[in-house]
């Protein structure tokens, strides 16, 4: 068995990936896309974005289709509930940080000025807020880390190994959890990547 995955170490999609493998203990080689300026992905891909995994020769593209690809082919330890209808929702969840709360990380990074960072900001401690309520007396979403928390940890975890914005201190329930699962993860600080 053979295993590339085409990556780059900051893209927190491809972070979403590392955690994966690694709780499954799946041994796979590296392509840095930043190396060659994604000449190697895109002539491999036919696209510019990663993670893109190549598995004994089939591809794959998009961190949820490789999420769900490695769990089929190695099952063990599961990422996803085995319950039919946790497992919607820890999809739903999954689809929600990686599009929405995504998309306001995005926004963050991207503005100008002052004043859209503001509005950035703003968009962003809604969510961040929702969060707040949600893990208020929980560990993981589920009863054991899933693709539910991956995803949600890896768009926050962003923030501080990319942009080196700290989530406002009042939000305590998610630094509260964000630490559990840097703890879990076993990394040294959160401004490290996973992996
Ligand atoms: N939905 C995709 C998103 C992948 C994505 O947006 N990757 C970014 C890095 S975080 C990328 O490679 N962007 C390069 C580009 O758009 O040119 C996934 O889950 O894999």
């Keep these: 068995m053979a295993i590339r995955l085409f990556q780059s170490q900051t893209s927190m999609f491809c972070e979403k990936i590392r955690i994966v493998l690694a709780i499954k203990n799946v041994p796979y080689e590296v392509v840095d896309v930043k190396k060659d300026d994604r000449k190697s992905l895109i002539e491999y891909s036919g696209q510019r974005k990663v993670p893109v995994m190549d598995f004994d020769g089939q591809r794959i593209i998009d961190s949820t289709l490789i999420a769900n690809f490695l769990e089929e082919r190695f099952p063990e330890p599961n990422v996803y509930p085995r319950g039919e209808s946790e497992k919607g929702l820890c999809l739903m969840l999954e689809d929600w940080a990686d599009e929405v709360l995504n998309m306001?990380?995005?926004g963050l990074r991207r503005a100008e000025n002052e004043e859209a960072r503001k509005e950035a900001e703003r968009g962003l401690e809604?969510?961040?807020?929702?969060?707040?309520?949600?893990f208020s007396g929980k560990g993981f979403v589920?009863?054991?880390m899933t693709m539910a928390d991956i995803a949600i940890f890896t768009q926050l975890h962003y923030l501080y190994t990319v942009m080196q914005y700290e989530i406002p201190a009042s939000y305590k329930t998610v630094h509260a959890w964000v630490e559990f699962m840097r703890q879990t993860l076993k990394l040294s600080s959160l401004y490290d990547s996973a992996a």
Excluded: G
């Design 104 to 106: 306001t990380i995005r």
């Design 142 to 144: 589920f009863d054991r």
């Design 126 to 134: 809604v969510h961040i807020r929702s969060l707040d309520h949600f």
